[in-house]
């Protein structure tokens, strides 16, 4: 009888396990999950979408992709439905914990830093920041509110010159757009956005002790529709898989 008690007791113990075991592979990454995320990560992030959505098939990605500035104000005041945010800079970040609305402790998960983009070829000949001060050339920049934005400023105030642009873009995205199309001789972009435009334009570089490093940071939202799946995905960014994709795109790791 003994060792018939013995039996049970321990078939019992196995299926608990087993079916915890069930529990945790049940898909802590099922169903929908709308990530808020700064334009600039737009190719990255889909890559890194499609590969979560491999791993997890039960899980189904969205994007919205835009101004970190725009994102954050979506969530703090009109409430939208976003399980993950993913800023390119601290300041909207600190925005959305200020307003109680982080799920998660913001981590950085990498980093970035500013290009002056030119059309191809650098037709006119632009070396340096100093030479968006000519008011003969059409300098493009995000708004002073968007990260891209207040980073130039910050680069312009640190090299010295006074350079007013002749358009201020919603993202960085519309500044890349404005020089590709040859609507604009000169914009302040990330340097990853002037990879991504490959064939359509350069870069020019600019030095290190007048640029800007770009932290971005990435949290679950509190409100989070989907939070097992949000948490995940943040987990799938920080991780090698992560970290792989935007290596490829030419973000750096967190310092």
């Given at each position: 009888?003994r060792?018939?008690?013995r ?18 592979d ?7 999950l709308t990530?808020?995320a ?8 889909t890559?890194?979408g499609?590969a979560?959505m491999?791993?997890d098939p039960?899980?189904?990605?969205t994007f ?13 005041e009109?409430?939208a ?5 993913a ?9 959305l914990?200020?307003?109680?609305n982080?799920g998660s402790?913001?981590e950085?998960f990498?980093t970035?830093s500013?290009?002056?983009?030119v059309?191809?070829?650098n037709?006119?000949g632009?070396?340096g920041v100093?030479d968006?001060a000519?008011d ?11 990260p ?6 910050q680069t312009?105030d640190a090299?010295g010159v006074?350079?007013t642009p002749d358009?201020?873009e919603e993202?960085?995205r519309a ?6 199309a040859?609507?604009a001789?000169?914009?302040?972009v990330y340097?990853t956005d002037?990879?991504a435009?490959?064939d359509?334009?350069?870069g020019?570089?600019i030095p ?7 932290e971005?940071?990435i949290?679950v939202?509190?409100d989070?529709?989907?939070p097992e799946?949000?948490?995940a995905f943040v ?6 898989a992560?970290?792989e994709v935007?290596?490829e795109y ?6």
């Amino acid at each position: 009888m003994r060792g018939t008690h013995r039996n049970l007791f321990s078939a019992a113990v196995l299926l608990v396990l087993v079916s915890a075991c069930g529990e945790d592979d049940g898909g802590e990454s099922t169903g929908a999950l709308t990530v808020f995320a700064a334009a600039s990560l737009a190719d990255a992030f889909t890559e890194i979408g499609d590969a979560f959505m491999t791993d997890d098939p039960d899980a189904e990605v969205t994007f919205n992709f835009a101004a970190s500035s725009e994102l954050v104000t979506q969530i703090n005041e009109g409430g939208a439905p976003a399980d993950v945010f993913a800023s390119a800079d601290q300041n909207n970040m600190t925005k959305l914990a200020d307003a109680g609305n982080n799920g998660s402790v913001p981590e950085v998960f990498a980093t970035n830093s500013l290009e002056i983009i030119v059309e191809r070829g650098n037709p006119l000949g632009i070396t340096g920041v100093v030479d968006l001060a000519n008011d003969d050339l059409i300098v493009v920049t995000c708004a002073p509110e968007v990260p891209c934005g207040n980073y130039a400023q910050q680069t312009f105030d640190a090299s010295g010159v006074t350079v007013t642009p002749d358009s201020l873009e919603e993202n960085v995205r519309a500044v890349v757009t404005k020089v590709t199309a040859g609507e604009a001789d000169a914009g302040i972009v990330y340097k990853t956005d002037v990879t991504a435009a490959g064939d359509g334009a350069d870069g020019v570089e600019i030095p290190a002790d007048i640029n800007v490093i770009a932290e971005y940071p990435i949290a679950v939202t509190k409100d989070a529709p989907n939070p097992e799946a949000a948490r995940a995905f943040v987990a799938f960014v920080l991780g090698d898989a992560g970290q792989e994709v935007l290596a490829e795109y030419g973000f750096l790791p967190p310092d």
